[in-house]
């Protein structure tokens, strides 16, 4: 199975910051790598698909790219409402897996 | 608006059985694939199973084949997972899932019930 490592565990910064969280596969996923966000006793929210593609509704400071096995998903500012955990989850092969997961926390 | 509600977790021992059910609305059920995936406390999102729309085609994570059975009802908008030989490593919370149309395949979600927690433990 495809194995997603995502770095690093922990992000601690302050609010309008730059956030830079970074997903890599164990092999090449193409293109297919999606990024949700999940707040404490709350489903999972899908922010980004096919590595750059924003779902509906998400705000344009989320930001994805990569290919291959190398993918980075970038918060520009950071707002109070973006301090979450993040998840990759690969999309290539079965069966789907998911990162680790890189905890957003407040400097 | 889309809703999913998952029901029918529970306290389990090890080698029982439980079954889960996801009612869902604001969507034409019987045209999406449907999925499981869980997440045990305090971890990371693990993907269960997936149906077709027919509630034929059927795929399993490996550690669930043979123990897991997902299934669904179109007429009453609802999913269903049959989970037996029950075991510690199975604690989590269940979630049910909508699959984006933005992927192919049902290989990304976009909705998401709040889940129902297993726990099995003797």
């Known amino acids: 199975e495809v194995v997603l490592t995502q770095s690093p565990a922990t992000l601690s910064l302050s609010p309008g910051e730059r956030a830079t969280l970074s997903c890599r596969a164990s092999?090449?996923?193409?293109?297919?790598l999606v990024w949700y966000q999940q707040k404490p006793g709350q489903a999972p929210r899908l922010l980004i698909y096919d590595a750059s593609n924003r779902a509906t509704g998400i705000p344009a400071r989320f930001s994805g790219s990569g290919s291959g096995t190398d993918f980075t998903l970038t918060i520009s500012t950071l707002e109070p409402e973006d301090y979450a955990v993040y998840y990759c989850?690969?999309?290539?092969?079965?069966?789907?897996?998911f990162g680790g997961g890189t905890r957003v926390e407040i400097k | 608006e889309v809703q999913l509600v998952e029901s029918g977790g529970g306290l389990v021992q090890p080698g029982g059985s439980l079954r889960l059910s996801c009612e869902a609305s604001?969507?034409?059920?019987?045209?999406?694939?449907m999925t499981w995936v869980r997440q045990a406390p305090g971890k990371g999102l693990e993907w269960v199973a997936n149906?077709?729309?027919?509630?034929?085609?059927?795929y399993y994570v490996d550690s669930v084949k043979g123990r897991f059975t997902i299934s669904r009802d179109n007429a009453k908008n609802s999913l269903f997972l049959q989970m037996d030989s029950l075991r510690a490593e199975d604690t989590a919370l269940y979630y049910c899932a909508k699959p984006s149309l933005d992927c192919s395949s049902a290989t990304c979600f976009d909705y998401w019930g709040q889940g129902t927690l297993v726990t099995v433990s003797s």
């Open positions: 604001g969507f034409t059920f019987s045209n999406y694939w």
């Open positions: 989850q690969q999309r290539t092969k079965w069966p789907l897996t």
């Open positions: 092999q090449s996923v193409n293109r297919y």
């Open positions: 149906i077709k729309q027919d509630g034929i085609e059927k």
